[in-house]
């Protein structure tokens, strides 16, 4: 076990938990239950009315996890399959497809900005490294999400969602060490005028690579830093958000080797005084990766428009946008080229959903978009559901939806001179049931449980070409369906002690279609376990020293066999005064090292880690 090291030094005006937090903490079961959520619908509702697979992750649940990284964190939505590769790669998935290059059906959000890669279609965590201080909430959707989100919302979407600047001022310092990673930060927020605020940031970081697997020896260590921005204005009737972050990492891989980038947002949201609302929404943002004479870079410049109103019984939205996306992917390595090396790309989206009140605690939500993207012309996404709510603390639901993965430029242009031809890969498509409840049996316990059928078809497959064994194509040869339960809930056993457990059951059955073929065995499938749980809670055992933890267990995977195993995450936290925390955390206690990928190409075994770390605050 790995001992930590201690650091740290702030001043500043408010208390070592941003603002916020103890409000969140004070809450009862029944009052985070209404906590206003805008994932689902894309306009607030109470969490309890909402008739989606949807988890929320608290600013108050975050500071007290003792994560370091986003996926980390992740690991407390109970339908994510988070799946750490090695010292700085994560896969995370809703609903099966686990793998670091299969785990292509999530889409991510970070205030409204997707981080989902068009390029290789998944989402590189490592390089997005949002002090967790600052988040506010995460919602966690499983399930479709095309109408409101589009084409790559397949299985689900993760919105992560950071703080107003004029809810984070003064100076936060935090620093944690163990022998295999090192975190610090540093903020500071003001006030900008009688309605505006901004905040700055700083974070550095350090984590050095984990043991090699079999005959996998990678060097995946890693450093970085990572700077940025937020500044909020206005009030209820106009608000404007301007934010950015710039980063810089360097890999142990090679000398040159690493990733850098850059983003920048600006959103302008009117309220009107009948309640409509009105935002505008721009961003762009870049990032390179370079790692053993491959680099390659994605560009993306977006623009959207939204609008809220209710009418009667209805409650409408409805918007569009624009998107650009710029890639280049040069490889000095092999022969595997993108064939053009650069190319753009244009997403062109409208979208509208009504939900309709229909008395009685019954209410019908029905939604379309249409995406019309540069690969595959025009895609229609709806969105059908029936919520009925007899009373506040009593939800059932359905649904029935359908999503598509666009063609990323690797799945479409890549190519070899003998092995592989660039093919006309078409969209992956999912049409989706489920049926779901959410309540509170109790004042002190919530429920919520959901179970799917999803149709899938067209998923990737590898085929001969028609006159020759070479080169290959890639295709859409398979189709099938996978069903499950998503089922978690949460229990106030007493004043100062809470219990949460989460259960995830997936099984399938997939197929070639007719007269197809699929050379690699259907690998696009993932790798998923028959189940996974968890089990954790919070106990306090004095007003300033409290104890977090999470056990999960994890069904096998098959291919590649990874036995079914049990791990632990554990954070002892003590507030030694008002502005200052000090605080243990451990991840992977029940093992020192075990293999949790397998990935026969980049797996590295995962290290336990023990932490300690401080978080000043005046």
Do not use: C
């Not at 190409?601 to 605050?617: C, E, K, M, N």
């Amino acid at each position: 076990m790995a001992y930590g090291l201690l650091a740290g030094v702030a001043l500043a005006a408010a208390a070592v938990a941003p603002p916020g937090a103890d409000q969140l903490s004070s809450l009862s079961i029944e009052e985070l239950a209404q906590i206003e959520v805008t994932s689902a619908s894309r306009r607030a509702e109470p969490l309890s009315g909402t008739p989606a697979s949807l988890f929320v992750i608290t600013n108050e649940d975050i500071l007290r996890w003792g994560g370091s990284s986003l996926p980390e964190v992740l690991r407390m939505a109970p339908q994510l399959d988070v799946q750490r590769i090695d010292a700085r790669q994560y896969a995370v998935t809703a609903r099966g497809f686990q793998g670091a290059e299969t785990a292509n059906k999530t889409l991510v959000q970070i205030d409204g900005r997707s981080i989902y890669s068009t390029l290789a279609a998944t989402v590189f965590y490592e390089l997005f490294d949002t002090p967790l201080e600052d988040i506010d909430r995460i919602e966690v959707i499983s399930g479709p999400g095309g109408t409101l989100y589009g084409t790559n919302a397949v299985n689900g979407v993760i919105n992560i969602m950071t703080k107003d600047a004029r809810d984070t001022h003064g100076l936060l310092a935090r620093a944690t060490g163990a022998s295999l990673e090192q975190t610090a930060l540093l903020r500071y927020g003001a006030p900008i005028g009688s309605n505006g605020g901004i905040r700055i940031y700083a974070e550095g970081w350090n984590r050095r690579g984990f043991p090699k697997s079999g005959n996998r020896n990678l060097r995946d260590g890693s450093e970085g830093w990572q700077t940025g921005f937020r500044a909020d204005f206005g009030g209820d009737a106009n608000h404007f958000t301007v934010q950015g972050d710039l980063f810089e990492h360097n890999a142990d891989s090679g000398k040159r080797d690493g990733d850098n980038g850059q983003n920048i947002l600006a959103r302008w949201t009117n309220m009107a005084e009948s309640g409509a609302q009105t935002q505008v929404q721009a961003y762009y943002s870049r990032f390179a990766r370079r790692f053993t004479l491959v680099y390659d870079r994605l560009e993306t410049s977006d623009i959207a428009v939204q609008h809220n109103r209710s009418e009667g019984r209805h409650a409408l939205v409805f918007g569009g946008g624009v998107r650009m996306v710029r890639d280049r992917f040069n490889n000095n390595l092999n022969p595997f080229v993108l064939d053009p090396e650069a190319k753009t790309l244009w997403i062109l989206n409208g979208f509208a959903q009504d939900r309709v009140d229909m008395g009685g605690g019954l209410a019908v939500t029905a939604g379309l978009k249409a995406e019309k993207t540069t690969f595959t012309g025009l895609e229609l996404l709806p969105n059908l559901r029936l919520a009925w709510q007899p009373r506040q603390d009593l939800l059932l639901w359905a649904a029935a939806s359908r999503a598509v993965r666009e063609p990323s430029r690797i799945d479409r242009d890549l190519t070899h001179p003998i092995i592989l031809r660039a093919g006309t890969f078409r969209a992956e498509e999912l049409t989706a049931f489920e049926l779901g409840y959410r309540g509170q049996p109790a004042s002190n316990l919530t429920i919520s449980v959901t179970g799917f059928y999803n149709l899938y078809d067209r998923l990737r497959t590898t085929k001969v070409t028609p006159v020759t064994i070479l080169p290959v194509q890639l295709a859409n040869g398979i189709k099938g369906e996978n069903w499950g339960v998503e089922a978690w809930g949460a229990w106030q056993v007493a004043h100062a002690v809470r219990l949460n457990a989460g259960v995830t059951v997936l099984d399938g059955s997939f197929r070639l279609r007719k007269g197809e073929t699929d050379l690699e065995n259907f690998i696009s499938l993932g790798n998923d376990p028959d189940y996974f749980a968890q089990l954790g809670g919070r106990v306090d055992f004095t007003s300033t020293l409290g104890f977090d933890f999470q056990v999960r267990r994890y069904g096998s995977r098959p291919n590649p066999r990874v036995p079914a195993y049990t791990d632990a995450d554990a954070r002892l936290g003590w507030r030694f005064l008002d502005s200052a925390e000090l605080f243990l955390s451990g991840t992977n206690l029940l093992h020192a090292r075990r293999d949790e990928s397998a990935d026969p190409d980049r797996g590295q075994l995962v290290r336990r880690i023990v932490a300690l770390g401080v978080r000043f605050g005046l």
